[in-house]
């Protein structure tokens, strides 16, 4: 079956610094597929240049069949690649309703501007929006928090707001950078039983993940960075058993 995701030799260089060396990949269709490495190995970068923010050095990522190195973010976005970020990006201000329509208008053909101007008006869109915000709110557990300000929120409820948004526009590929960071341990239970949902609605998950529990027990498969090179890849079982990986954890 053809990979969902797939990095053909990407390499990114800062200046100097080779950030992403040679990396290959391949991420089968559904899959929960993990990034881990220690901090500085390349992970952010990776998903920066698959989600188009960052060009490649060298190299080729492909979305099914599609070519996606090379073209801008809002086009990777509207192909069905989703993502999260691990400072939240949200209109703290703003109701939980509110950020979730926000996140779609990428899906509409109104802009951001105009779409804040029309938040309150009677726009045929903004009922559209309205209906997939109270979907997802329900999928994410949160539609009893809707009019509530996203200030006003536990952080794990502003985290599942920023999923929420990430969910809004129906990505077929949802990446999530550090989706359990900050989150104590009933809301990591919590957001991880929203994401095995979210999977089993057809979602597949793609994610940087430093919380080795998270990973290994809800990853199908795990791609390992050292030094921004791929230093090993395989199910959690392989990857908890591999030397090398436990040696570039351990500083060795
Ligand atoms: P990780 O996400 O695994 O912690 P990063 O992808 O953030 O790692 O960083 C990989 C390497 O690239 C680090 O050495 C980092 O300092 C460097 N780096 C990341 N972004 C930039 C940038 N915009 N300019 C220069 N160096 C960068």
Do not use: W
Request: net charge negative; hydrophobic share 40%.
């Amino acid at each position: 079956m053809e990979p969902v995701l797939k990095l053909e030799h990407v390499t990114k260089r800062f200046s100097g610094l080779v950030a992403v060396n040679d990396l290959s990949l391949e991420m089968p269709k559904n899959c929960i597929h993990s990034l881990i490495g220690p901090n500085g190995s390349g992970k952010t970068t990776t998903v920066n240049m698959i989600t188009g923010v960052l060009p490649v050095s060298d190299g080729k990522i492909f979305y099914g069949d599609t070519q996606i190195s090379g073209k801008p973010v809002f086009q990777i976005a509207r192909l069905g690649i989703g993502r999260t970020f691990q400072n939240l990006k949200l209109f703290s201000s703003m109701s939980v309703l509110e950020n979730l329509m926000i996140g779609a208008h990428q899906m509409t053909r109104i802009g951001l501007i105009q779409f804040l101007v029309d938040l309150r008006g009677e726009k045929r869109e903004e009922k559209l929006l309205i209906e997939r915000a109270e979907e997802v709110l329900e999928e994410i557990g949160m539609a009893d928090l809707r009019h509530e300000k996203v200030k006003n929120l536990a952080y794990g409820k502003q985290k599942m707001t920023e999923l929420g948004r990430a969910l809004m526009m129906k990505p077929d590929l949802l990446i999530l950078d550090e989706p359990a960071a900050g989150l104590n341990p009933s809301e990591r239970r919590e957001f991880v039983d929203i994401l095995l949902k979210t999977h089993e609605k057809g979602i597949d998950l793609f994610l940087i993940e430093h919380n080795m529990d998270v990973v290994m027990n809800i990853s199908t498969k795990i791609t390992v960075l050292n030094f921004g090179a791929k230093i090993a890849e395989g199910n959690p079982y392989e990857i908890q058993n591999n030397d090398e990986v436990i040696r570039a954890y351990l500083g060795d």
